[in-house]
């Protein structure tokens, strides 16, 4: 089976950046982002950017009227037409559930769902680290630790929404980059 529509899944903090950009070299498909499109976004002061800015910095989610049609858009232009891999979205079941509808609507479905799961305290530790090294403005401790909450809280529950589906692939998301990528792409293969 060709994997062409992958959704990555995991804490804040768990890789999955790193993780997604190796995975997309390998299948030759295009990462989306969203956490990035709102960071590049912000630092180039567009009006998205601007109206994400106060619920990125509190870890808040920016609200579906504005993350929902913005994914809808991107994956139904031409740049995302040989497949994509999501990084961040979605985050939550009602995301999900908008996300089924546009793929169902245009014919398609995802193909696989990777979790890449990390401890908690793990993933602060790193967060922390990160923090010293790109300065997010929502890599301060209490921001972290409410991040943590809101994935807990809103993210998890999409982890069985999608293994219901029989989509579901777990991937121990410790140890280095290396290990991790080991692992995933025994899975890919
Ligand atoms: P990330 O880079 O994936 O950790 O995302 C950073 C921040 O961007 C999140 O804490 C949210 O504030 C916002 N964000 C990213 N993806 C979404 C999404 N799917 N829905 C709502 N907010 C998002």
Same mark, same amino acid.
């Not at 121990?172 to 140890?175: I, R, V, Y």
């Given at each position: 089976m060709t994997l062409s529509r992958i959704l990555l899944v995991g %804490? %804040? *903090?768990? *890789?999955k950046g790193t993780q997604a950009k190796r995975i997309c070299d390998k299948l030759g498909i295009r990462q989306l982002s969203t956490g990035e499109v709102f960071r590049d976004n912000m630092a180039r002061q567009t009006e998205l950017g601007k109206l994400a800015q106060d619920f990125i910095t509190k870890g808040e989610f920016v609200p579906d009227e504005v993350t929902n049609p913005m994914v809808a858009n991107a994956l139904r232009s031409d740049e995302y037409a040989g497949g994509y891999l999501l990084d961040g979205y979605p985050r939550s079941l009602e995301q999900a559930r908008y996300l089924d509808e546009v793929l169902t609507a245009d014919g398609h479905a995802l193909d696989l769902v990777i979790e890449l799961e990390v401890g908690m305290d793990e993933v602060v530790d790193r967060l922390l680290k990160r923090a010293e090294i790109e300065g997010r403005a929502d890599d301060t401790e209490p921001v972290i630790r409410h991040r943590m909450e809101v994935y807990a809280e809103q993210t998890a529950p999409l982890i069985e929404f999608y293994a219901d589906k029989g989509l579901l692939r777990k991937v121990? *998301?410790? *140890?280095t980059i290396d290990d991790v990528w080991e692992r995933i792409e025994e899975l890919l293969d």
């Open positions: %804490p %804040p *903090g768990a *890789g121990d *998301g410790t *140890g």
